[in-house]
């Protein structure tokens, strides 16, 4: 069996701008020609590492270069196969997901990708998608948004920890809910194949995994839940021989929720009287989980930006960080462990928190925010051999309030109006659960350490038709099970909208954003650092202990739209860079701190630079050695507008529901 380490790209599909990213000098004419409009698709993609996946032998490598990055996987040719999950065109689908049955296929895999193409063509806004097996979900993407010549993207996922529901017959549900009228005409088609093959392997996948969702696959209807107006909790009686469980949490911000870290104080909502009313409950956004009633862990968000956000101009075709793969995080609960294994039934809520104050300085966590947010949770269980019964002492708990500090201030013009409106938010925050666990390998104490940082300042000018955010997130998460995480999601966006009466809507955009992710042990998600283990350079380099991904976008943009929302166009630029390495770390001293980083080797790279639509730089390093590398010719990057949905404004203006 070959495994070819896959970008992003179909096999034997290559088509328009992102064309160019795989082009050597003897196909810099096919480039031109695509550019020109000889093949009008455009390729949207996302920039991530590489993942692993197989393909036969005949199959020409994606990298499009001399570079072999295919690699034999000892003892794996006994398993490679693959499932069509779903091929069905989403139009008017609010409330109507595709539902459809998986069979596991009969040989011994431990390997799981999934790969999700999608065809649109028209105008229409991005939309959030979920797929769930049964009540449980799986993965969390988004849609770029199409042209009126039409659009293609391809992602593959690397879904190996949910391999013990894959080993049996599921229902496969996939919400995506569009709307298609004359105006937003556009269907998307979408294609779901799931490859499952024998690997070379270190990932160790849970044993059970129970969802913490509103469980409405038995009505054949999606399981998120939409907080705050939903109680997001589940009562769950867990099995009795735990051994390690881990907690994970996917929630996305929608409608008044989608650009929280642009929102204001409460006490500063009517700043602008002219303007309407800001969104409220601060820029502050933290994700609890609270075990029958007490916090558990807290999960600072990631600023996700759609395809339709800001300015649309910024992504096409590259689009932005993680909109093709929302995240999850994870909060070890391995400390819960006596209290969970008691055979009675414990629950488990998920709240989005933002801050409450009185205009005077002072802030409270609530959970009162805008609507709304899309939220689900899973526990994973790794069992202890059978009859066995996971004891110990209750966990303690250190929660110390956590420290805010918030400040504000309005200038005023000539006539006494309110001209501008400053604010600053600044949060930390520490967790500390501990307890003793003890299984049939004997007694261990069992920790979950947080810390963050979080600040953030907004600044509206010009009545509140201008506003600057910068905000940095960061923090340190350590699980005496070998696991920490270290983060930071930087942010920094000037923005300003123009509508005279009767007149265009227009908006002007400049971004800087960042994630920057340390991992050291296992996590329970993969990290990939499994796509590069039999690539030569590495199988015989050092052993890594964790990963470090860092990628960063910076862009600037204008859009433009008619009074009546018939025609909408935007243009732009964005470049990014992304370096994914493996690292070796020193031990684990318990305190919370990422263990001391000793080496790191850099196994994939990246930089790319969009401009109106086009690729115009596109550069990658496998390994340490160049594996494409291209320049277009500035001449041949097109001014023209391209056509774009309605944009939302996120201090005012709603778009359509996007889940």
């Not at 017959?169 to 088609?189: E, P």
């Not at 862990?297 to 689009?319: A, E, M, Q």
């Amino acid at each position: 069996m070959v495994l070819v380490v896959y970008y992003g790209l179909p096999l034997g599909l290559c088509s328009s701008n992102e064309a160019s990213t795989r082009a050597s000098s003897s196909t810099s004419g096919q480039v031109s020609d695509a550019v020109a409009g000889t093949v009008p698709v455009l390729r949207d993609f996302q920039v991530y590492p590489p993942v692993l996946t197989p393909t036969s032998e005949g199959e020409a490598l994606t990298n499009g270069t001399a570079e072999d990055v295919s690699a034999t996987v000892p003892g794996g040719t006994d398993c490679i196969s693959h499932r069509l999950l779903m091929e069905y065109t989403f139009a008017s689908s609010y409330g109507a997901p595709f539902v459809g049955q998986y069979t596991p296929p009969s040989c011994d895999f431990n390997r799981v990708t999934l790969n999700f193409t999608v065809t649109s063509i028209g105008r229409q806004f991005d939309r959030l998608a979920v797929m769930y097996l049964g009540d449980i979900e799986i993965w969390r993407t988004s849609t770029a948004e199409p042209t009126a010549t039409g659009i293609v993207w391809t992602y593959i996922k690397d879904v190996s920890e949910f391999k013990t529901l894959f080993s049996q017959r599921q229902k496969v549900i996939f919400d995506l809910g569009n709307q298609v009228t004359d105006v937003y005409t556009a269907s998307f088609n979408t294609t779901l194949t799931a490859t499952f093959f024998k690997a070379q392997d270190t990932i160790d996948p849970a044993d059970v995994i129970l969802p913490v969702s509103a469980r409405q696959a038995a009505n054949n209807m999606p399981s998120a839940y939409q907080v705050p107006t939903q109680n997001a909790s589940n009562s769950l009686t867990l099995p009795r021989n735990v051994e390690k469980a881990v907690f994970s949490i996917s929630a996305t911000g929608q409608i008044d929720e989608e650009f929280w870290y642009s929102n204001a104080l409460s006490s500063d909502v009517n700043t602008f009287p002219g303007y309407g009313p800001l969104l409220g409950s601060s820029p502050y956004r933290e994700v609890q989980l609270l075990i029958d009633g007490k916090l558990a862990g807290v999960v600072l968000p990631f600023p996700i930006i759609f395809t339709g956000g800001v300015v649309p101009g910024l992504w096409r075709p590259l689009v932005g960080i993680d909109a093709f793969d929302l995240r999850e995080d994870e909060i070890d609960i391995t400390a819960w462990l006596p209290l969970l294994c008691d055979g009675s039934s414990h629950t488990f809520s998920i709240i989005v928190a933002g801050i409450d104050d009185d205009g005077k300085g002072n802030g409270v966590i609530t959970d009162t925010i805008g609507s709304y947010w899309i939220v689900t949770g899973k526990v994973f269980l790794w069992l202890d051999e059978d009859g066995s019964m996971t004891s110990g002492t209750m966990p303690e708990s250190s929660v110390p309030a956590p420290s805010i500090a918030l400040s504000s201030s309005v200038g005023k013009s000539r006539n006494g109006t309110n001209e501008t409106l400053a604010y600053d938010v600044a949060v930390n925050r520490e967790l500390n659960i501990t307890s003793t666990v003890k299984t049939s390998r004997g007694s261990k104490l069992a920790v979950w350490h947080q810390i963050s940082q979080y600040e953030n300042r907004n600044v509206f000018t010009n009545r509140g038709n201008s506003q600057f955010t910068q905000q940095t997130a960061s923090g340190v998460e350590v699980s005496s099970r070998g696991y920490a995480r270290r983060f930071s999601y930087p942010i920094t966006l000037n923005q300003t909208v123009t509508q005279p009466p009767n007149g265009n809507l227009t908006l002007q955009a400049t971004l800087d954003r960042g994630e920057d992710i340390h991992i050291a042990g296992q996590p329970t998600f993969p990290t990939g650092l499994q796509s590069f283990d039999n690539l030569p350079r590495v199988s015989k380099g050092p052993a890594f202990q964790g990963s470090h991904l860092s990628t960063r976008q910076n862009g600037s943009a204008f859009y433009t739209a008619l009074p009546n929302n018939t025609q909408a166009f935007s243009f732009g630029s964005t470049q990014q860079e992304m370096t994914f390495a493996g690292i070796q770390v020193d031990s684990f001293t318990g305190d919370v701190v990422f263990p001391p980083v000793s080496g790191s080797f850099e196994l994939y790279q990246r930089h790319v630079l969009a401009i109106n639509s086009t690729v115009a730089e596109d550069n990658e390093n496998l390994v340490g050695a160049s594996i494409a590398s291209f320049v277009h010719p500035p001449s041949a990057v097109p001014p023209a507008l391209g056509q774009f949905a309605e944009v939302s404004i996120g201090r005012t203006h709603s778009r359509p529901p996007q889940y």
